[in-house]
């Protein structure tokens, strides 16, 4: 039985018109992926994505918005490039999501250390911003932990770091 008869998620039957490869199936014993792992990843993603925007909105942010003006306090002044990688975005994308928090005058860009180079860094209202911010991702991050158990969190983080490890290291190889 081929990939496609076994998953009837969007994505599977109008991305994907040739069958897919044929499935490795684990070991007797062992359960066997159903469905498609993009759309299970995304669907889990949307649903913690709702907790956390509950309790960082309060703050006046979208919890995508806390996570890229935490890096910038963080690792800022830093070079666009160096923060993309870091949070696994393209360029284009890293600029999209900065405008909202330099239109806030939470973050600004300057020059860097030539004059084709810039630096991104938090302002003095961003670095307060974040402070306050923090406290609703401390409260989100708390119910998340109560909701699926401690034991749960931990094996999720180290199955997807595990996983991230993984698709690097394909991502590397194909460079």
Excluded at 145 to 168: N, P, T
Aim: aromatic share 4%.
């Amino acid at each position: 039985m081929d990939h496609l008869k076994r998953c009837n998620c969007n994505h599977c039957r109008y991305n994907n018109p040739m069958p897919a490869p044929k499935l490795t199936l684990p070991a007797p014993g062992l359960l066997a992926p159903k469905g498609c792992s993009s759309l299970k990843l995304r669907q889990l993603s949307r649903r913690v994505s709702q907790l956390f925007d509950a309790e960082v909105g309060s703050a006046g942010l979208k919890t995508t918005q806390y996570s890229l003006l935490s890096h910038v306090v963080r690792l800022g002044p830093v070079r666009p490039g160096q923060l993309a990688a870091v949070l696994e975005m393209d360029a284009s994308t890293l600029t999209r999501n900065l405008q909202p928090l330099i239109a806030q005058g939470w973050v600004q860009i300057g020059p860097g250390d030539d004059a084709r180079s810039r630096q991104v860094q938090a302002t003095s209202a961003g670095r307060t911003k974040q402070a306050q911010a923090r406290k609703a991702w401390q409260r989100a991050q708390q119910e998340f932990i109560e909701r699926m158990g401690a034991e749960r969190v931990a094996r999720l983080h180290a199955v997807i770091d595990e996983c991230l490890g993984l698709l690097q290291e394909t991502v590397d190889a194909d460079e």
